[in-house]
């Protein structure tokens, strides 16, 4: 398989070059593209150096199978037929084609299938908060339908970038110090803060990272009228969203069915042994695979209800991973040339 | 009013003090009591020394009108006798009592007058989280009966004393320096993570912390049949707590009616202006007084639902500025012998 990573300097493409490294994915030739500032930086790849080309208007993607992109929705707009146009699937983390009709939209633990039909060779990547919640919301919904979900979201610095990441860690310092933190890549100081603002607000008052959990989920989960109410907040955690997630089902299910369903759902590991103080947490799920599942129990408000807490390290599944498993997917189901 | 404060030494009797010396409370006469340990130290109060007396099986009370009591529940069982035996009304801040038929549980915006029957001179006051989400819950069920609420919460370190603030500060301090953090309040490292666990497990998988919030709901707001399921996790977060809340009504009420019933609520300050990124933050209410509420929108999920965010300082409002405020209420209606 020839590969192409594009946006190879940001967080999520340094994981892409990590994930390709450890995951069973056959690479025979790999391209590094970036912006002219990223183009000449080199990067390791299963012992050898690659240097990154700044992406450009030409035919540089000739031979590429596969394209793994982000480098953010502009980006992507601006060089998808560049990308597609020598036969290339592009598959896209940023939400530039997300909702577009001819696009898939795909988590391959719940519908892998979708990523078999891409007419303009563009599959698209959900939104990590997303992809987190229906790898959760898939082995429940296989028991009885999901119809509605209320989620609240315990959101990672990693979400916003590596120097997100960096800004929060240097305001803990900085406070320690008695110094200013420095305030930039949040609206507000995020160190010993939570903020309820992820991404534009829009007309309702729900922000676009809110809106992304209700219109991504109905189309991954083909649920056209599965009801999603989020509230998405960043809290002062370097990698690993949590999400608190309520669902209410055309049937009742029981806690025991739950827990069986999710102890063998594929993408799922299930810790779930209060007892014992085991449950999922950010700081254990950094730069793991699953969607860790916990604290599964009734809704005591409501018959048709279950509550339960799911934590996955928002780079690694919720971008870089995933993106890598739909290739993967459509590998074994004979859609390259290669 | 002669006034003592039980558990002077501890986060919330500090509290008390600074509480008692900024609201509009005559006090003509203080005494300090707490643990041995504690017996000796000096606390001042209106430019006065105070010197923290024993807690013992004696007279100390007589004369007393209102003690405020915050030493856990094993003491407040112990001496409630003691406090109350010469006619004083014993404000409790622990759970020792809270869903005792005799003994009135009172948030003074909701159920104040429900401290004028306090057959046996104790009254409750409400578990932190559950004061902060009564006070935003009752503007609306005023609109219309809250049927059902689901809510996330995000809770400071304060929650579990001083010394876990410190805790929080010195893991954040040790990470910096590349040291091993140490971990003794919380079941796990804090900083940098989120722990969804707070008090005891009980039967149903739901924490002490969470049932508290379902019980004392139905109790202060006399709706024996609300339902409500809540998570709660704690964050890396100094002081005061936030939370996520979803409500049903028996009829819609709008958004607009809601806001309108917020704005005019006693305790409650909206902070609602998307479009200029406001809304409340843990960050901005330490050490305030009100229940800070924003982010106001339909649950899309449910036509008869609304969202919204609340957050307040869970020493003040949350034990502390409730339980003086509880002993204002009484004054104002003639409670008290002095």
Redesign the interface.
């Known amino acids: 398989m020839n590969v192409a990573i594009v946006g190879a300097s940001g967080a999520v493409g340094q994981e892409f070059i990590k994930v390709l490294q450890q995951v069973d994915f056959p690479v025979d030739n790999l391209k590094l593209f970036g912006s002219a500032r990223s183009a000449g930086r080199k990067y390791a790849f299963r012992g050898n150096d690659y240097t990154v080309e700044e992406l450009c208007d030409n035919d540089a993607f000739k031979g590429i199978d596969v394209a793994f992109v982000s480098a953010g929705g502009d980006t992507s707009k601006r060089f998808a037929e560049v990308i597609t146009r020598h036969g290339a699937v592009m598959i896209d983390n940023s939400s530039a084609f997300r909702m577009d009709a001819d696009v898939p939209l795909v988590v391959p633990e719940v519908n892998g299938d979708d990523a078999l039909n891409a007419p303009r060779r563009i599959i698209a990547n959900p939104n990590c908060t997303t992809i987190q919640m229906v790898v959760a919301l898939a082995p429940i919904n296989r028991l009885s339908e999901i119809k509605?979900?209320?989620v609240?979201t315990?959101q990672a610095a990693s979400g916003a970038g590596a120097a997100a990441m960096d800004e929060?860690?240097d305001q803990?310092?900085a406070?320690?110090a008695g110094e200013q933190p420095k305030v930039e890549r949040f609206?507000?100081?995020l160190?010993?803060?939570?903020?309820?603002?992820i991404d534009v607000?829009q007309d309702?008052?729900?922000t676009k990272e809110e809106m992304k959990m209700?219109y991504e989920t109905r189309k991954i989960m083909h649920l056209p009228s599965i009801?999603?109410?989020a509230?998405c907040?960043r809290?002062?955690?370097?990698r690993a969203h949590?999400e608190?997630i309520?669902v209410e089902t055309a049937e009742p299910v029981s806690?025991e069915a739950a827990r069986e369903a999710f102890s063998s759902a594929p993408g799922v590991v299930l810790i779930d042994n209060?007892?014992e103080?085991q449950?999922?947490?950010?700081?254990f799920a950094a730069d793991c695979d699953p969607v860790y599942v916990?604290?599964?129990?009734?809704?005591?408000?409501?018959e048709r209800?279950l509550?339960f807490?799911a934590v996955s390290d928002q780079i690694r599944k919720g971008a870089a991973l995933n993106a890598v498993q739909i290739a993967q997917y459509m590998l074994d189901k004979g859609c390259f040339r290669h």
Do not use: C
């Not at 160190?191 to 603002?197: E, G, K, L």
């Not at 449950?279 to 700081?283: K, N, R, V």
């Open positions: 509605r979900v209320h609240a315990y929060l860690v803990a310092r406070l320690s609206a507000y100081q160190a010993y803060n939570v903020i309820p603002h607000f309702n008052d729900y209700y009801e999603v109410s509230t907040v809290v002062p955690v370097l949590s608190a309520w806690v209060p007892a103080k449950y999922p947490m950010p700081l916990g604290r599964v129990r009734r809704d005591i408000s409501n209800g509550t807490w």
